[in-house]
């Protein structure tokens, strides 16, 4: 598991990594419960190294997983890793942010930012008569005491009509999928630079399994910016 990047002990770890092993909000395609499993199994086929030749020095703690649509038991795992360097999360539906990122915010002072790269805004007050759905990521986000400012929606090309008004009223950062195609990269870390990364003292991001696939989105690589 997690082929030679585990720590020795916890101590010596530089990243605690845990998953939440739920998909009961998602709308559209089960099965990202099995995500956390699935990922660790194929960790062991791929070499610590990245697509330049540079080998990861890292080395990482893994905490389990969490298997409930559960606060407490989230901000316990995120409790555990607080004093690493980096605590990484592994998803699960998009709801489990919900969980992850009011978690984060009550253990880390400072102004923090979210970066949300995903085909949809997930900002519905109610989704499907549900505030935990997945389609409620953000708006949770904002209630739990993250402000308009301080959230970035990046690749976005599906709109519900009640997310097209909130962020007509709100100052929310948007970048299209079709805008990031025509400023390039570069412009758009430039403006998440103004918008989230300058004076932040932390930052989180998570990497989330996709339930509905929405065509028309960026390629691998422009994720890696």
């Excluded at 998009?94 to 970066?115: C, D, Q, T």
Aim: proline fraction near 2%; aromatic fraction near 8%; glycine fraction near 8%.
């Amino acid at each position: 598991m997690w082929r030679n990047l585990l720590a020795e002990n916890f101590e010596n770890a530089d990243i605690a990594l845990f998953g939440i092993a739920v998909d009961e909000n998602c709308s559209v395609g089960r099965g990202t419960a099995l995500a956390p499993k699935t990922l660790r199994e194929c960790s062991e086929y791929l070499p610590p190294y990245t697509a330049a030749g540079e080998k990861l020095e890292p080395k990482l703690w893994d905490l389990g997983d969490v298997t409930e649509f559960d606060y407490g038991q989230v901000f316990e795992k995120m409790a555990s890793g607080k004093d690493k360097k980096c605590t990484f999360m592994i998803g699960g539906d998009h709801s489990v942010s919900i969980l992850s990122e009011k978690a984060f915010r009550a253990l880390h002072n400072g102004k923090i930012g979210l970066i949300h790269i995903d085909a949809h805004a997930d900002i519905c007050d109610v989704y499907m008569d549900s505030k935990n759905s997945h389609a409620c990521v953000n708006r949770r986000a904002l209630e739990n005491g993250y402000a308009a400012t301080d959230l970035s929606l990046i690749g976005i090309r599906s709109f519900e009509g009640q997310e097209v008004e909130y962020l007509a009223d709100n100052p929310v950062l948007v970048a299209r999928a079709d805008e990031v195609v025509q400023k390039g990269a570069d412009k758009v870390v430039d403006e998440l630079r103004k918008n989230v990364l300058k004076d932040f003292s932390s930052m989180t991001a998570y990497c989330r399994s996709n339930g509905g696939q929405i065509s028309g989105g960026w390629v691998q690589n422009h994720g890696f910016i």
